[in-house]
Nanobody, 126 residues
């Protein structure tokens, strides 16, 4: 059973930056495709960024392309989401998720995940 714990959320100014962390235990991030989702009030949870098992392939939602960057640190067993040029519409609860995939999978985009963190709030003020 993989446990995921997010941190790094908080309040940021319009145009500011934050870095979210997702620390994994009970499993190694190098064996999973990892994703960051977000859910704003009244909206469905949506995938914003994902990274393949190897870390070589990434996916970004159009709304965050060029502003967000996902990365894996296998040594720290942690996945990061660097968020730059934040906008008020980025305000949401951000969730980390893991999906086991075979070693030969180079895919980063998946619609279902096996394990979820508890979420961290990101609020961007205008």
């Amino acid at each position: 059973q993989v446990q995921l714990v997010e941190s790094g959320g908080g309040l940021a100014q319009d145009g500011g930056s934050l870095r979210l962390s997702c620390a994994a235990s009970g499993g190694t991030v190098s064996a999973y495709a990892m994703g960051w989702f977000r859910q704003a009030p009244g909206k469905e949870r949506a995938l914003v960024a994902a990274v393949s098992r190897s870390g070589d392939t990434t996916y970004y939602a159009d709304s965050v392309k060029g502003r967000f960057a996902i990365s894996k640190d296998s040594a720290k067993n942690t996945v990061y989401l660097r968020m730059n040029s934040l906008k008020p519409e980025d305000t949401a609860v951000y969730y980390c998720a893991a999906r086991w995939v075979p070693f030969y999978s180079g895919s980063s985009y998946f619609t279902s995940y096996d394990y979820w963190g508890q979420g961290t709030q990101v609020t961007v003020s205008s």
